[in-house]
């Protein structure tokens, strides 16, 4: 019936989406007669469709750390020419790179598989897919099996650091190992091990990572040493370790001696070639150029030495001197010591009788020619021997060791040393302190060292003969480098007596970071007291003119004004002895002395009255004219007890007129002349005794040593030459010495003093001894005088000569004149608000101004809390009792100033600093202070 079917199998699978192919076949009909038709054909047209791709599964395997893998997925499609999209379903696992096309890389060294031990495999199932350009779809797995390996372990660098000569020592915890790893292994598998060590100290480095450093001693810097790190079969790469090792400054040595070597010998050096002992030992062979020379007063300089074993029995073949060489030789060993007063020797030595001859082996020990010990014994055998020795003044002592007899076998001495004691000697010298030593312990160069001593005593010098070093306040340290530290000697501040001490400090410096490192010591320094003695002011003559017979006599006493003050505050004004008075006596206090063997000593309470004593010569004075010289000796006690002097003479003039009656005017005898209120008299030559009848006299004493005593009245009184005393009394008085060492005694009233040449003594007493515009009434004239200005406002004037100006109470106008001038301000001499001039003051001419006696409780500590400068009108400011504040600037209102004029006051105060502060310490400093104050 013609039906066919026609099935388009898998042979049109290649057709894609669009095509076509055509099946034809032929065909005839053939009817019932078997009549055959022509051939037809039949075409058949066969449409193509999209087939799906087909993915294919694919499985690979990798060692971690292998070379890169690469591969690619496959997947087929049926249709001819499909174009294939490859993808991965999911996030692609680390190390693979999946590309469209199929191809794929994988990296099996990525970290993700390092942790893989050996026999350990990570399976990685990766779905993909496959797209042909239809959009058709086929999944399938590509699966890639990482097989693990061992990895070698990290080892990662690290730094430590310390300070120079200290150790690093770090444990496990913080070792080398703490910060390194291992993907593939447990971190308590690692071990160190050392590649490289450090250049500069040693390195223990232990398998736990654990290690000490210990850098060489006194280095600074960088250092390292390399390790490696291993899990048991692998290594790591070699890693540095950083060492830093900081500079740090070391402690310097610091030592101290407080002996020098003076003497010292033991014998050793006695050439005995060999012998037992020798006769004919050269004492120069004792000689070792340590400490003075050693000799003997034996004939030809020679000694006796021998072995020990020979005079004393046994082996010992130590070298002794027996004194007794030959009987009848001096037998004595010395040497000669250059001392300065107040230096102390440590002096040891050894001793033995010798045997078989004890009871004549006495020796003696001689210190400066004194016997300071003999050494005897019974008992065979060494013994050592100390004495303490001094040197109370400048000069050469001699330590001698001398036989107690000299029949040529005795006594034997070895060791002997003789040492000064450092650190200790009188007050107001300079004294031997230790040698220092001091050294760096750090000698690479990278450190520096400094010297320095402080805690010095303000006013105290610092000297090693060629520096100095002068302390003062708020600068009590010196820096020594670079001194001469074997000859360091103090001077402490003036009178300073007891101990202090000083602070020695080495101190070291790190160049590279300033670290610094100190060692310090203390060393005492003793000071021994001595006694300065007492200053004197009194008149340099007195002149008596008695009246009448030798029974009823009158005008027999005189002042005896005496002016004593210490040199130093820590001694005590003990005594003031006045002797050669014969039989005068003294009223002192309104007590009479009278004296024994024509001296009179003070103590006690009356010595503060040592100013107004009045001498009284006695009853049977000469009528003939004498003269006398009377001795003042003032002495202090130290603290420890020891004394000083001090002695000045004062000439004492008597005489004795016996006169019934007055003369009018004098001759050229002596003379007793009284003054009426008319006519002027005139004493002529002699010694006149000239008084006054209360009104205005008018009197010259003319040659001679007159007495001249005005009473009240304004009196007009000439001394004329000779050594006079003349006495103002009441009113307004005008005295004129003339020639010779006159004594002025202004008394009351305004008073005018001329004490003409030579030296004088001027007195104002009460009242305003002033003249016009502040001028001077009280003038010295030539010679050295004394001027006091007593109460009231005074005017006094020096002349020529080195004179001692006294203002007193109130307000005084000095001038010292031509010459090197003492201005003296003393206790209870100024209340508050005086204000004092100085008209002349010249330092470089020799000026000088002492408060010591005005000043209550002041030293070169705090003397800032007394004095004070303005520099702008070149005036002094006083607080008696130190009540300005520490630095010197306070608002406290002085009690007193004084100022200070003349062409070379200002710029010598403008010399010593631009401040208070500077020049105060400057003016009190130094043997010669311009201000002369208590300094201890």
Do not use: C
Request: aromatic residues 6%.
């Amino acid at each position: 019936n013609g039906s066919y079917s026609f099935n388009p199998d898998s042979a049109f699978d290649d057709l894609a989406a669009g095509e076509s192919r055509n099946v034809t076949f032929t065909y005839t009909a053939t009817d019932n007669n078997g009549a055959v038709s022509a051939p037809a054909t039949v075409t058949i047209t066969v449409t193509g469709t999209n087939d799906a791709p087909v993915a294919q599964a694919a499985s690979v395997s990798v060692a971690e750390d292998a070379a890169l893998l690469s591969g690619s997925v496959v997947a087929t499609d049926v249709d001819a020419n499909a174009s294939l999209t490859f993808a991965l379903s999911g996030t692609a696992p680390a190390g693979l790179t999946f590309n469209s096309d199929g191809s794929y890389s994988f990296n099996a060294a990525s970290s993700a598989y390092q942790s893989l031990g050996v026999g350990q495999s990570a399976v990685l199932t990766i779905p993909y897919t496959v797209t042909d350009d239809q959009g058709a779809i086929s999944t399938a797995n590509l699966v890639i099996t990482v097989t693990g390996t061992n990895d070698a372990p990290v080892a990662i660098a690290n730094t430590y650091t310390t300070s120079e000569d200290t150790p690093i020592v770090v444990n496990a915890a913080n070792g080398v190992l703490a910060n390194d790893n291992d993907v593939d292994s447990t971190h308590s598998n690692l071990t160190a091990h050392l590649v490289n060590g450090p250049a500069h100290g040693t390195l223990t480095l232990n398998s736990d990572g654990s290690f000490t450093f210990n850098p060489t001693a006194n280095w600074s810097g960088g250092d390292s040493f390399t390790y490696r790190t291993f899990d048991g079969s692998i290594y790591s790469a070699p890693v540095t370790v950083s060492l830093g090792v900081t500079a740090v400054a070391d402690r310097p040595s610091l030592s101290l001696t407080n002996t020098a070597l003076a003497a010292a010998t033991d014998f050793q050096g006695a050439p005995l070639n060999g012998a037992g002992w020798s006769a004919n030992i050269n004492a120069s062979s004792l000689n070792t150029g340590l400490g003075s020379n050693w000799n003997t007063d034996n004939p030809g300089g020679l000694l006796e030495i021998g072995t020990q074993a020979t005079y004393m029995g046994g082996s010992s073949t130590n070298q002794v001197i027996e004194l007794e060489r030959n009987s009848g030789d001096a037998s004595n060993l010395f040497t000669d010591i250059t001392a300065k007063a107040g230096n102390t020797y440590s002096l040891d030595f050894d001793y033995s009788p010798r045997s078989g001859q004890t009871s004549s082996s006495g020796i003696q020990v001689l210190w400066g020619g004194n016997v300071i010990g003999t050494m005897s014994s019974n008992s065979v055998g060494f013994q050592t021997f100390h004495f303490d020795l001094s040197a109370p003044t400048d000069g050469t002592y001699r330590l001698e060791f001398k036989a107690t007899d000299n029949n040529s076998t005795g006594g034997l001495l070895d060791n002997i040393s003789l040492k000064n004691v450092l650190n200790v000697s009188n007050e107001d010298t300079y004294i031997p302190l230790s040698k220092i030593q001091a050294q760096l312990i750090d000698t690479d160069g990278s450190e520096s060292l400094v010297v320095a001593i402080g805690n010095i005593p303000v006013g105290a010098i610092l000297t090693d003969g060629n520096n100095t070093f002068t302390a003062t306040p708020g600068a009590t340290s010196a820096t020594i480098t670079g001194w001469n530290l074997s000859t360091l000697y103090i001077k402490p501040p003036l009178n300073f007596s007891g101990s202090f001490d000083l602070n020695i400090t080495a101190t070291s410096t790190e160049s590279s970071n300033a670290t610094t490192a100190s060692s310090t010591q203390a060393l005492t320094v003793n000071v021994k007291p001595v006694a300065d003695g007492v200053r004197l002011i009194a008149p340099s003559e007195l002149s008596v003119i008695a009246l009448g017979n030798t029974s009823s006599s009158i005008q027999r006493e005189v002042l005896l004004p005496v002016l004593a003050s210490l040199n130093d505050n820590s001694e005590t004004l003990t005594s003031v002895t006045i002797s050669n008075l014969g039989t005068a006596t003294l009223t002192v206090n309104g007590v009479v002395r009278t004296p024994n063997n024509g001296t009179i000593t003070l103590t006690g309470t009356d010595l503060n009255y040592l100013d107004s004593m009045l001498l009284t010569v006695p009853t049977n004075t000469s009528s003939t004219a004498t003269s006398s010289s009377l001795t003042i000796t003032a002495t202090s006690t130290e603290s420890d007890g020891s004394t000083g002097s001090t002695q000045q003479s004062i000439t004492l003039n008597t005489d004795r007129i016996n006169a019934s009656g007055s003369d009018a005017n004098g001759n050229n005898s002596d003379n007793y002349i009284t003054a009426n209120t008319t006519t002027s008299r005139n004493g002529a030559d002699g010694n006149d005794l000239m008084i006054g009848n209360n009104a205005n006299n008018t009197m010259s004493g003319d040659a001679g040593n007159d007495v001249l005593l005005g009473n009240a009245g304004n009196d007009i009184l000439s001394g004329g030459d000779g050594a006079d005393r003349l006495e103002g009394g009441d009113g307004d008085d005008s005295l004129s010495g003339g020639m010779g060492n006159d004594m002025l005694l202004g008394g009351a009233g305004v008073d005018s003093l001329l004490g003409g040449d030579d030296n004088d003594y001027l007195d104002g007493g009460a009242g305003n001894d002033i003249g016009t515009s502040n001028a001077a009434t009280l003038l010295g004239g030539a010679g050295n005088d004394i001027i006091l200005g007593g109460i009231g406002n005074d005017g006094l004037d020096g002349g020529t000569g080195n004179d001692t100006l006294i203002g007193g109470t109130g307000n005084d106008y000095l001038t010292g004149g031509a010459g090197g001038d003492l201005f003296i301000w003393q206790r209870n001499d100024s209340p508050a608000g005086t204000q004092d001039v100085i008209r002349d003051f010249s330092q470089s001419a020799g000026d000088r101004i002492d408060l010591s006696d005005l000043l209550q409780g002041e030293n070169d500590g705090n003397i800032l809390n007394y004095l004070k400068v303005d520099i702008a009108t070149s005036t002094l400011q006083v607080s008696i009792n130190g009540s300005f504040a520490p630095n010197g600037t306070g608002t406290a209102s002085p009690d007193l100033t004084i100022k200070l004029e003349g062409s070379d006051a200002s710029n010598y105060l403008s010399s010593l600093g631009n401040n208070s502060t500077d020049i105060v310490n400057k003016l009190i400093a130094g043997a010669d202070p311009t201000i002369k104050i208590d300094h201890s």
